[in-house]
């Protein structure tokens, strides 16, 4: 597996467009937790770069929050949601990454996420869809 590619399987699986996107994450899982970077995001779900690993399967709640010049945006506040771990992988440099599918979310959770797209995504972004 290439260190930018994400397991087939799960890929095609997807009905939402996953957008790059690199934002900071707070990781609550198990009584613990800890940060984490967005590696892409959408309405469904995400990809995260984590210095733990994830359990697949595991229910995770997540905190997105917008981080400008290296200093959290107050004026937005962060987005809670709860997911659970589909995947879960060692990449071929050793670093951790995990997708996470969002469980619950409202059309509010959605509409925070789709301002943060079009805000923040890649204007020439080639999205992995489903």
Do not use: Y
Not at 28 to 53: I, M, P, W, Y
Not at 68 to 73: A, C, G, H, L, P
Not at 106 to 118: L, N, Y
Request: hydrophobic share 35%; glycine share 8%; with cysteine.
């Amino acid at each position: 597996m290439t260190p930018e590619s994400t397991p087939p399987p799960f890929h095609r699986r997807r009905q939402h467009t996953r957008i790059p996107l690199r934002m900071s994450a707070e990781v609550h899982v198990g009584g613990n937790s800890f940060t984490a970077t967005t590696r892409d995001l959408s309405e469904g779900g995400c990809g995260l770069e984590t210095k733990q690993a994830l359990t697949e399967n595991t229910e995770v709640t997540l905190g997105f929050f917008l981080v400008i010049d290296d200093v959290e945006e107050e004026r937005m506040a962060p987005l809670w949601v709860k997911g659970r771990v589909v995947w879960s992988v060692e990449q071929d440099d050793g670093r951790l990454t995990a997708g996470i599918r969002f469980e619950v979310i409202t059309e509010q959770q959605r509409a925070w996420i789709r301002h943060v797209i079009a805000h923040l995504g890649p204007v020439t972004a080639s999205p992995a869809s489903t």
